[in-house]
């Protein structure tokens, strides 16, 4: 996703603390012009945000975008569901595996790529809280590890 022309305006960290990323998927958002300056400003966030599949079409629930301040009367309601445009064949391989116990479509970032607004989706298994723990402590594992390294290599403590 680090190519040349993306602009990442916001990430889910959440998600990666609440969830296995099984995979991942790029979709469109249908925006009003408004969202999109908006977005461009940086005043998107994710969190608590989820994507449903209804009557085959995609959806993303909860995602707050801040109304333009100079948007006015064109201003749409913050967390109103969007669509996200993907290929019919994605969205219905997506929903039969969602339909599948304990998986769930959660939005991981929002980015520009070129002049459209894109959002990479994960295919997601909730986490159980001893999962979360493992997790934090492998985290934190590593981190003492690197800084061991980093003193090893500069020669003091």
């Known amino acids: 996703m680090d190519a040349k022309g993306v602009k990442i305006v916001a990430k889910n960290s959440k998600a990666y603390h609440d969830y296995f990323i099984e995979d991942k998927y790029e979709a469109g958002i249908e925006l009003a012009g408004t969202e999109v300056k908006s977005i461009r400003q940086g005043h998107i966030n994710l969190k608590d945000s989820f994507c449903m599949v ?65 959002l990479e989706i994960g295919l997601a298994r ?18 003492e590890m690197d800084r061991a390294l980093k003193n090893r290599r500069t020669g003091g403590d």
Request: no cysteine; net charge positive; aromatic share 8%.
């Open 54 to 118: 209804k009557e085959g079409e995609l959806y993303v629930h909860s995602m707050h975008i801040s109304p333009y301040e100079k948007g006015n009367i064109f201003n749409k309601d913050p967390l109103r569901s969007r669509r996200l445009l993907m290929h019919k064949r994605e969205i219905l391989r997506l929903h039969a595996k969602v339909k599948q116990d304990g998986y769930a479509l959660v939005p991981l970032a929002v980015y520009f790529r070129g002049p459209k607004v894109k």
């Open 126 to 143: 909730g986490k159980k809280l001893y999962d979360k723990r493992e997790s934090a402590a492998a985290r934190d594992a590593k981190r």
